[in-house]
């Protein structure tokens, strides 16, 4: 049985957001005829559930309105913003490319902010001769010290009134190579004073003798983001540039750029920045410094660690691209930012999964059962549906069931309170599928550890055959012995032990890493039809979990298996208690 694992998109249903009612406006009163957005990630690492959220929204927004405005040119572009040799590989651009397919997105095209090099070089000198640039030759120290801050205005540049000729003549000598790192930098020149720190002389360009990924050693000076994405942006065409709140302050220089080159650049549009709420979810991270500080720092196994929030991660744990869908549009898109309860993500996957997952049996923490009277060459195949009755879904397996099974060590106690309805000295339970047992003996080691249960069954409580009618209150799960696959299981949780990451020192961070985030249990028993199941398949283990044949490593005869969330929520009620 598999489950699948990615179906593309579909045209979402028509939500409601103040984003849309900005584009729906925009339409109306015929300032636009059509909608382009883009999703802009830098490919210095990899993307994580925040992204997703991001998306979704401009992948979600272009199906929207494709289907309102057939014909229109309406689309959503990948352009990535690779303005940072130092940081930026093609690894990450093919990982972020896999990411945003597997959710089940396309785009109508792919785009580099270095296809634009050329036009911003070209653009900065126009503002040089406009007077709107000059080359600044402060260090960084004092560029920082005559910055100012929120309550003092900043000092003009001492370089700040060089003519039109000298700061050409320096421009382009920074461009031929001709100074080193942090020599110069070209500013815009706007307003020190300005409340905005943002937009106190901004850096545009600096000097960076390091080869790009895209473009090679053709450049030894680079573009600021914030002076190329808008370039990038009307280039493009884009209508609405949607971006999370931190960026809202960047706003301000983004139409500084726009509309101090418009006239000259002849934008194909005018595109207008819009700011919606980063997604922060509770007992987790999603700064990229504190993912990178846990991957560098082998605190996990890697990009692609299933306690991580990346969306790799979130992949290899087991969740669906349909589920993360579910749970972008389930927390909306909002002005304000707020923390979304991790219990909200994990009932969109259990919604989806328990549509897709197949039922199945596992004992983990295998205790052996011993059936006396059952003969010792029996084995009998036992009817078991894959799916509950209220999952419109056919499909069955045979059960082998023999003298020998393993059922769970929690499912066993010697010494029981009255309204525990499991197996205990001298009493009965149902074996799932199964009949009735009763536990006759309890066999211990020297350390007094129990090892084996000697019990026996009632022939006449076979499920579906029970002529006596007799019932009990307690079913258990189990798997023959003799038939059983070995696995491996990890049991993935919560990556963080506390609500909200420490915002303080690095230690303090680390020890607030969950140390039950994951345990590896060796030696489980997975019944028979699970040695087939392949890397990606995932299931539920009845009483356990919703799990996934572990994708790297799963090796044909010693499955690993991987906790994708728990079958109820009790997290919070265990945190509580």
Known sequence: MNSSDSEPASTPPKAHDFIRDIINKDLEEKRQTKVITRFPPEPNGFLHIGHAKSICLNFGLALDYRERLPGSGTRCHLRFDDTDPIKEDTLF?????????????????????????????????????TGKAYVCSQTDAESKANRGDVKTPGKNSPYRDRSVEENLDLFRRMRKGEFPDSAHVLRGKIDMANANMKMRDPMLYRIRHTAHHMTGDKWCIYPMYDFAHPISDAIEGITHSICTLEFENNRELYDWVIDNLIEYAKFPSRPHQYEFARLSLNYTVLSKRRLQELVEGKHVSGWDDPRL?????????????????????????????STVDMAQLEFHIRDDLNQKAPRVLAVLKPLKVVIENYPDDKVEELDASYWPHDVPKTGTRKLPFSREVFIEQDDFMEEAPKDYYRLAPGKEVRLRYAYLITCKEVIKDESGKVVELRCTYDTETKVGDNPVGRKVK?????VSARHAIGAEVRLYDRLLSIEAPPTGKDSEFLNAINPGALQVIEGCKLERSLGEAKPGDRFQFERQGYFICDEKDSKPGAPVFNRIVTLKDSY????KK
């Open 93 to 129: 651009e093919d990982g972020i490319q896999a990411d945003v397919r597997w959710l089940g997105f396309q785009w109508d095209g792919l785009y580099h902010a270095s296809d634009y090099f050329e036009k911003m070089y070209e653009y900065a000198e126009h503002l040089i001769m």
């Open 309 to 337: 929030p990346t969306i790799a991660g979130l992949r290899r744990r087991g969740y669906t691209p349909e589920s993360l869908r579910a749970f972008c549009a389930d927390i909306g898109v909002a002005k304000a930012n």
């Open 474 to 478: 307690g079913t258990i799960h189990w």
């Open 572 to 575: 919070a009620r265990t945190q």
